[in-house]
T-cell receptor, first 113, second 117 residues
Framework: DSGVTQTPKHLITATGQRVTLRCSPR?????VYWYQQSLDQGLQFLIQ???????AKGNILERFSAQQFPDLHSELNLSSLELGDSALYFC????????????FGEGSWLTVV | GQQLNQSPQSMFIQEGEDVSMNCTSS?????WLWYKQDPGEGPVLLIA?????ELTSNGRLTAQFGITRKDSFLNISASIPSDVGIYFC?????????????????FGQGTILTVHP
């Protein structure tokens, strides 16, 4: 158990819908990262927050957004969902902003039908 | 951008055999990480390496941070069926001195390990 908690574990939704994925980082960690993993793309970095502020952006679509709240939990919002958005979405956390060692949650499996 | 070449892409071995996989890059990293991912689960950190030349063990796992800082390997000795999974390497690049870029963790494409009993 890495200490990073993600909900929900599984989600099935229709195209065009919007979903929110939630993440609680390890106790004491201030940085939260979101990754997308699909079969053909490997682990793709989406976005990082540190202590409530956006710190780095990766390959995140404009239809996706995230935020980190004062209690340090984070949410990833995915809207206007397409079939190709079906993937495992991972949250990870680290204590520092530099993120040279990050710990992953168990992931949220999103299926868009 | 930075890329990590992880090899092999997949391995099929017999229980008891030793395993070796590696990652190489054209870029220098100052941290190397190795993760294992079971199907449908999140990657679990196995070993973290922070210094060039560092050799670290975790049970039957041994990993080394290459002297050139552009490569790393992971060895698994005396494999067992529960070693099955996908192994990822990741290299970390710190923020630049001018503060115009953030630290970045780059992942390899993974090595799929299958162990036959």
């Amino acid at each position: 158990d890495s200490g990073v908690t993600q909900t929900p574990k599984h989600l099935i939704t229709a195209t065009g819908q919007r979903v929110t994925l939630r993440c609680s980082p390890r106790s004491g960690d201030l940085s939260v990262y979101w990754y997308q993993q699909s079969l053909d793309q490997g682990l793709q970095f989406l976005i990082q927050y540190y202590n409530g502020e956006e710190r780095a952006k990766g390959n995140i679509l404009e239809r996706f957004s995230a935020q980190q709240f004062p209690d340090l939990h984070s949410e990833l919002n995915l809207s206007s969902l397409e079939l190709g958005d079906s993937a495992l979405y991972f949250c990870a956390s680290s204590v520092a902003v530099t993120g040279n060692t990050i710990y992953f949650g168990e992931g949220s499996w999103l299926t868009v039908v | 951008g930075q890329q990590l070449n992880q090899s092999p892409q997949s391995m099929f071995i017999q229980e008891g055999e030793d395993v070796s996989m590696n990652c190489t890059s054209s870029s220098i990293f100052n941290t190397w990480l190795w993760y294992k991912q079971d199907p449908g689960e999140g990657p679990v950190l196995l070993i973290a390496l922070y210094k060039a030349g560092e050799l670290t063990s975790n049970g039957r796992l041994t990993a080394q941070f290459g002297i050139t800082r552009k490569d790393s390997f992971l060895n698994i000795s005396a494999s067992i069926p529960s070693d099955v999974g996908i192994y990822f390497c990741a290299g970390y690049t710190p923020p630049n001195a001018g503060g115009t870029s953030y630290g970045k963790l780059t992942f390899g494409q993974g090595t799929i390990l299958t162990v036959h009993p």
